[in-house]
């Protein structure tokens, strides 16, 4: 399926706008890094790989015009309100600096030379993770059997990266390889990225998918009806812990529970060495209204108090295997992931 996740046409970034969709296929335009900004923000575009783009090609707007002291000055500030869009997934952080280093590996150019190098970087990223997500695929193709059928939670698919998919790739990969491949999709509450946006993707892609409510994942697994969880990530730590949409972790424990293996499909940019254990992973918490509302109708008492953190943490203990597009992890994590990382 080709779908349009995020584009750069004509010097201005395009994406689909993901908050309508299933009902409304709506592209957006942006022609400065503060539209892109607020386009993370506001999930016109989400997951982790694809906002990692969208960063990218945020910091090129942003610094159009701009050479030599000036362009680094203007770097920081589009940095800064990039990189605080966002705080959990480490993809963005991860764009954004690899656009600075282009920026002073290239800073001696004019303006028009700057910019031209910076939107080859950002296009660069964003060929990069096309690439990553179709290798992953294919490696953790390999972990599903024939007839499989595969349970996810939020969307971790074309909408969620340059194009493809991460976990969804893999489900891609699988069926592309002539396996019999089917899905269940967790609606995921309060956003609902798997009722919205996995299936709207599964289903345009002619894979045979199945909705559920998130609290009926336990009921499908004791039923024997799942060979295995397939699920994205925002960001892994060093050791092999997870974050990613919130709702994955008792996934994890009840995929556990009921002999389930549980894979993770990990693109390297989202594997941050850097942090020790998913207790050092910011989590970013949003608006109440995600909760008490959807659609612009009240759905719960006005002046009710909230807790909406958007990710939880899983433990690297519940995680079989970590899929890269270098290949498949297995524990011990820190030296599996780092080997990975490392190219070894």
Known sequence: ??????????????????????????????????????AIRTMVIRGAPAIGVAAAMGVALGIRGTAGAKARKRFEVVARAL???RPTAVNLAWAVDRMGRALDDSIALDAAGL???????????????????????????????DPATVLTHCNAGALATAGYGTALGVV??????????????????????????????LHKDRIPVTVIADNMAATVLSQNKI??????????AANGDVANKIGTYPLA??????GVPFYVAAPLSSIDLDCPDG??????????????????????????????????????????????ERGIAYPPYTESLRALKSGR
């Open 1 to 38: 399926m080709a779908v349009m996740t995020i584009e750069w046409r004509a010097d201005t970034v395009r994406m689909i706008d993901q908050r309508l969709l299933p009902a409304r296929e709506v592209i957006r335009t942006y022609r400065d890094y503060r539209g892109v900004a607020r």
């Open 83 to 85: 990189k605080a869009t």
């Open 115 to 145: 910019f031209r190098r910076m939107r080859a970087e950002a296009i660069a990223i964003y060929r990069e993770d096309l690439a990553a997500n179709r290798a992953l695929g294919r490696f953790g193709a390999e972990l599903i059997g």
């Open 172 to 201: 891609r990969a699988a069926r592309d390889a002539g396996k019999r491949v089917q899905v269940f999709a967790d609606e995921t509450r309060p956003f609902l990225q798997g009722s919205r946006l996995t299936a709207w993707e």
């Open 227 to 236: 060979d295995c969880v397939v699920v994205g990530t925002d960001r892994t």
């Open 253 to 258: 424990v009840m995929a556990r529970r009921h």
């Open 279 to 324: 207790a050092a992973i910011p989590i970013e918490e949003r608006s109440g209204r995600e909760l008490t509302e959807y659609g612009g109708k009240q759905i719960a008492p006005k002046g009710v108090s909230t807790f909406n953190p958007a990710f939880d943490i899983t433990p690297a203990e519940l995680v079989t295997a970590i899929i890269t």
